[in-house]
């Protein structure tokens, strides 16, 4: 077995919910993502396309990720750019792509929220990134996806403040709703419209997982250890897709994370 971190079982993961053949849409500063995205197309998934908020572009190649340069990636190789509005409103819904969102919250039911936290809109207590595309898509999407890299109590909550990301709600007459969630901890799925545990990562137990999860998890009856990175998936990242460590910012936070961003953007040769 593979020696992995935990930056690289969940890039992986996410790589292998990718069908051949996708379009595969990117937000903003998700590099645990386009990282899986990419190791994709890089073992299973030679045909993907890659759609991004940055440059609101289409690819079909790939660049190595980085954060001076990103530019490299969706304006260098693009095949299409379009206006954002134009993206989500037209195109968007015509390729139904598959994507993976970052939710500061998310309840059992999979509704999910970026815009504050706080009942009070115009005085939260934080406001969030917001919104983007995401009210746009997930109320038709077939494909949407969620990742959460640090799991706690705060961002798995029994009710959402607001709902940004709609879910598996009765009022629901297109879309299938959220279909899967990776997180530090584990992997789930909604196999009966509530979140559902379906494997546990490496030395992680089921029990902690439900103590930093703020509301009562359904279990899958072929609950299992979550599948090691094999030695070519991790080659394929830290040597080809992401040799800078780009997917490591989304782990980390305060002064560890401006040491890494630093790191890379001095090893770009921008700073």
Not at 33 to 54: D, E, K, W, Y
Not at 89 to 116: C, M, S
Request: proline fraction near 7%; charge should be negative; hydrophobic fraction near 40%.
């Amino acid at each position: 077995m593979a020696d992995f971190t935990i930056d690289e079982l969940i890039s992986v993961c996410i790589s292998r919910q990718v069908v051949d053949g996708e379009v595969l849409a990117q937000g903003i500063n998700t590099p645990l993502v386009m990282a899986g995205f990419i190791l994709a197309q890089c073992t299973h998934a030679p045909n993907v396309r890659f759609a991004s908020a940055i440059g609101q572009s289409i690819c079909q190649e790939w660049a190595p990720l980085g954060v001076g340069r990103i530019e490299d990636l969706w304006l260098g190789k693009s095949l299409l750019h379009v206006g954002f509005a134009t993206a989500a409103a037209d195109l968007l819904p015509g390729y139904n792509p598959k994507e993976f969102f970052h939710p500061a919250q998310v309840d059992p039911q999979g509704n999910f929220n970026n815009i504050a936290f706080g009942k009070d809109y115009h005085h939260p207590r934080l406001r969030l990134p917001g919104s983007g595309g995401i009210p746009d898509v997930t109320p038709y999407s077939d494909h949407i996806y969620l990742y959460v890299p640090r799991h706690s109590r705060v961002t798995f909550v029994e009710q959402v403040d607001f709902v940004s990301g709609l879910g598996h709600v009765p009022q629901r007459r297109r879309g299938r709703g959220v279909n899967y969630l990776i997180s530090d901890l584990g992997q789930f799925d909604w196999g009966q419209g509530r979140m559902r545990l379906t494997s546990y990562h490496p030395d992680v137990s089921r029990e902690y997982i439900q103590r930093k999860t703020g509301f009562d998890l359904e279990i899958a009856p072929d609950i299992h250890e979550t599948p090691p990175p094999t030695s070519e998936e991790i080659r394929l990242l830290r040597e080809d897709i992401d040799p800078l460590g780009v997917r490591k910012l989304e782990m980390l936070g305060g002064s560890a994370r401006k040491d890494l961003l630093r790191a890379i953007l001095a090893r770009e040769g921008v700073l």
